[in-house]
């Protein structure tokens, strides 16, 4: 490992539990650790970037926001897959659907991430690479869902580097390949997982509605993603126990 703290985080490697649950937003984090997680600690603030470690059912997990966009998400899944020694990384954040029969409030798994980003230029492979989630997490998170009745999805997302973009008919032509919905990390997240050999997941709610036009409010987004979260620290825990 390298040297830590890191100018991103301001902790050490036994600050961290073996799965970290990393939403985009850092009230987000602040939400799950002080709802769900049992003697919740605040072992990151840098920048403003929330990282909490506490338990949950026995299990030791922690949650740190990622911030907005896969060089933020690249940034942080990188030191604390490389630096920090987490062994898990669930990305647990809002999408825009983009199928009829894909709602909002449903849940998303993202089993590989399609994207408009040139991230993968740095690993200088000599062809395209396609970023997919872990198996074992993703059947882990599916068996969570079952178990919690949720409505979900499994298929192919879209990581974007743009949230407005100049292509009006962008979304169209994703949606015509059959991808689900669009988020800004999966990828970066998933390609980094990939280079160290580490397990990556992004689950999802749909927050907002491109095709229908139906959204939620941003407050709505903080804090009422409550299925999402319960099914994420379930598969934390199903993890510890493999």
């Known amino acids: ?5 890191t100018p991103h985080i301001n ?13 985009g937003d850092p009230l987000r984090a602040k939400f799950i650790a002080e709802t769900y997680l049992d003697s919740p600690v605040l072992v990151n603030n840098v920048r403003g970037i929330q990282g909490y470690t506490g338990t949950y059912n026995g299990v030791r997990v922690s949650v740190m926001a990622s911030g907005m966009g896969m060089p933020s998400m690249g940034i942080y899944s990188y030191e604390l897959y490389n630096i920090f020694g987490v062994e898990n990384i669930m990305r647990i954040g809002s999408a825009g659907s983009l199928q009829e029969d894909v709602h909002v409030r449903d849940l998303v798994f993202g089993m590989a991430a399609s994207t408009n980003s040139n991230y993968a230029r740095q690993f200088g492979i000599p062809g395209t690479i396609a970023p997919v989630a872990d198996y074992t997490m993703l059947r882990t998170a599916v068996a969570a869902a079952e178990a919690h009745g949720a409505r979900y999805h499994v298929g ?5 580097d743009t949230f407005y973009d100049d292509d009006a008919g962008a979304n169209e032509k994703w949606r015509r390949m059959g991808v689900m919905c669009i988020e800004m990390e999966a990828a970066a997240l998933y390609l980094n997982a990939a280079k160290a050999g580490k397990r990556a997941l992004a689950l999802l709610t749909i927050s907002d509605h491109l095709v229908t036009g139906e959204a939620t409010t941003a407050e709505e987004r903080q804090t009422s993603f409550t299925q999402m979260m319960e099914v994420a620290l379930d598969t934390a825990v199903r993890l510890e126990q493999m």
Do not use: E, H, R, W
């Open 1 to 5: 490992m390298a040297n830590y703290p």
């Open 156 to 160: 192919n997302i879209l990581s974007s």
């Open 11 to 23: 902790a050490s490697p036994a600050d961290f539990g073996k799965t970290v649950l990393m939403p």
